[in-house]
């Protein structure tokens, strides 16, 4: 199975200063058509986990601009240009080019 | 809107059953894979199965394989998931998500699942 690590555990930030969480793969992401299965999800306190970003870098629907990803191969990056209240959480990055799915063990998102 | 809900948790005895369903709205359900994905208290995501279009391609977590059974009724825009002879390490909230290929773009409340004596 690929292993997901995510750094660093909890990142304590203030509000409007940004926020970066890595996330690196035990081997390669990149499919055999080509395309990434990286994406984050984000988890606020008390909800479901909900898609930020697929394939790296694509936003999914009705998300923030100040949220983007980067990435290749086995090292990713998940930034908040911004940090918001409403950005409190867990954010966790998941493969799926390989099965099983697997995630990573999440990064806090706090304010200090 | 699309929509997913979970029900059928509940606190059922080491070694009992449960069937989680999901109901699905505001898309074309039978057009697209499904997932379980489960989350213990205060730990992260684990998936734990997903199925196909048409319910002829099945996977699963390896610690669940033998025991829980992942399937679907498109007619009814229903995801299920039978699950048996149920471990204490089984206790979870367990989400239904749509997707399984790709990625996990929507996904439902969460129906929670506890194991105990």
């Known amino acids: 199975d690929i292993v997901m690590t995510q750094t660093p555990l909890s990142s304590p930030v203030t509000l409007g200063q940004p926020a970066s969480i890595s996330c690196r793969s035990s081997q390669s992401l990149v499919h055999s058509d080509g395309n990434t299965y990286l994406s984050w999800l984000q988890q606020r306190p008390g909800q479901p986990p909900r898609l930020l970003i697929y394939?790296?870098?694509n936003r999914f629907s009705g998300v923030p601009d100040r949220f983007s990803g980067s990435g290749a191969g086995t090292d990713f990056t998940l930034q908040i240009s911004r940090v918001e209240a409403e950005d409190v959480g867990v954010y966790y990055c998941?493969?799926?080019?390989?099965?099983?799915?697997?995630f990573g063990g999440g990064t806090k998102v706090e304010i200090k | 809107e699309v929509q997913l809900v979970e029900s059928g948790g509940g606190l059922v005895q080491p070694g009992g059953s449960l069937r989680l369903s999901c109901a699905a709205s505001g898309f074309t359900f039978s057009h697209y894979w499904m997932s379980w994905v489960r989350q213990a208290p205060g730990k992260g995501l684990e998936w734990v199965a997903n199925i196909n279009q048409d319910g002829s391609e099945k996977h699963y977590v390896d610690s669940v394989k033998g025991r829980f059974t992942i399937s679907r009724d498109n007619a009814k825009n229903s995801l299920f998931m039978q699950v048996n002879s149920l471990r204490a390490e089984d206790t979870a909230v367990y989400y239904c998500?749509?997707?399984?290929?790709?990625?996990?773009?929507?996904w439902g409340q969460g129906t929670l699942v506890t194991v105990s004596s």
């Open positions: 998500a749509r997707g399984g290929t790709q990625q996990l773009e929507t």
């Open positions: 998941m493969q799926a080019t390989q099965p099983p799915l697997t």
């Open positions: 394939k790296i870098s």
